[in-house]
Nanobody, 123 residues
Framework: QVQLVESGGGLVQAGGSLRLSCAASGRTFSSYTMGWFRQAPGKEREFVATITWSAGPTYYADSVKGRFTISRDNAKNTVFLQMNSLKPEDTAIYYC????????????????WGQGTQVTVSS
């Protein structure tokens, strides 16, 4: 079992930055590939970024590539999402998730989810 708790969301102006954190409980955290998803009002939950268990390869949605960076600290059971050059279209609830297998961009591949943290970017 893995429990995930996100933090770090808030209100920021366009062009600003935020750093989201996801604290995980569970002794097997390092075994999971971690991902960030987001869901804007009236839209489907969409993939944002993922990082492998070894903090190796990372993958990003085209919409955030070059602006967002995912990282993890297995010793602290935490995964991060550094978001720079934020745009109003980045406004959404951001969710942290953990998976063992399956396509990284598919939300159905993820076994555990956090409760989400709101990010609002004003123009």
């Amino acid at each position: 079992q893995v429990q995930l708790v996100e933090s770090g969301g808030g209100l920021v102006q366009a062009g600003g930055s935020l750093r989201l954190s996801c604290a995980a409980s569970g002794r097997t955290f390092s075994s999971y590939t971690m991902g960030w998803f987001r869901q804007a009002p009236g839209k489907e939950r969409e993939f944002v970024a993922t990082i492998t268990w070894s903090a190796g390869p990372t993958y990003y949605a085209d919409s955030v590539k070059g602006r967002f960076t995912i990282s993890r600290d297995n010793a602290k059971n935490t995964v991060f999402l550094q978001m720079n050059s934020l745009k109003p279209e980045d406004t959404a609830i951001y969710y942290c998730a953990a998976r063992l297998r399956g396509p990284y961009y598919e939300k159905t591949s993820y076994n555990y989810w956090g409760q989400g943290t709101q990010v609002t970017v004003s123009s």
